[in-house]
């Protein structure tokens, strides 16, 4: 079955940076493009970013374009998020999500805040 970890996450000061994993199994992963979301306590969950199932094409929520860049290794079925200058508004909960046949699976999310 569909499993999605997210590992990664943690407490960081503005203006640094961190890297997310999400481990993907249960799937043809090279076959599937792949996203990053995330919901910050009391809001919505939103679209981050998003990666095409060969990395060839990305793209990115404007609030972090320039910030955080989406990549993945299809080798190791794992997409990462790498974010930097990282604001408080940035601190949520990250979820990356698969699409396949109309139905979304979710990772169970990795804690991200950012604070002095």
């Known amino acids: 079955q569909v499993q999605l970890v997210e590992s990664g996450g943690g407490l960081v000061q503005p203006g640094g940076s961190v890297r997310l994993s999400c481990a993907a199994s249960g799937f043809y992963f090279s076959r599937y493009a792949m996203r990053w979301y995330r919901q910050a306590p009391g809001k919505e969950r939103e679209f981050v970013a998003l990666?095409?199932?060969?990395?060839?094409?990305?793209d990115y929520a404007d609030s972090v374009k320039d910030r955080f860049t989406i990549s993945r290794d299809n080798a190791k079925n794992t997409v990462y998020l790498q974010m930097n200058s990282l604001k408080p508004e940035d601190t949520a909960v990250y979820y990356c999500k698969l699409s396949r046949d109309g139905y979304a699976y979710w990772g169970q999310g990795t804690q991200v805040t950012v604070s002095s």
């Open positions: 990666i095409t199932n060969t990395g060839g094409s990305t």
